[in-house]
């Protein structure tokens, strides 16, 4: 059993909908994903649930990458006094 984690994140206006779930747990979110859609109390449309349930299959199967430092050279010089 994996301890990895996904996170799927919509911003709408002044509203956050933030879902961090398992693996195991995907077909659970899309269930619930699809819940506040059908919710008319829940400002999410059945366009955002397709668009987030779609970006939670993609996360499916896709292995976690570490981060890698940037480059010296990427970086912005300071300015001068």
């Known amino acids: 059993m994996s301890n990895d ?30 819940d506040y859609a059908a ?16 970006k939670a299959r993609e996360q499916e199967g896709v292995e976690a990458t570490p981060l890698e430092p940037t480059p010296a050279h990427g970086r912005i010089p300071p300015l001068a006094a």
């Open 39 to 54: 919710d008319a109390q829940v400002n999410l449309s059945w366009f955002d649930a397709m668009v987030l349930t779609k």
């Open 5 to 34: 984690l996904n996170v799927l994140a919509l911003i709408k206006g002044h509203e956050r909908f933030i879902f961090i779930y398992d693996d195991e747990s995907r077909t659970q979110l899309v269930d619930t994903i699809r």
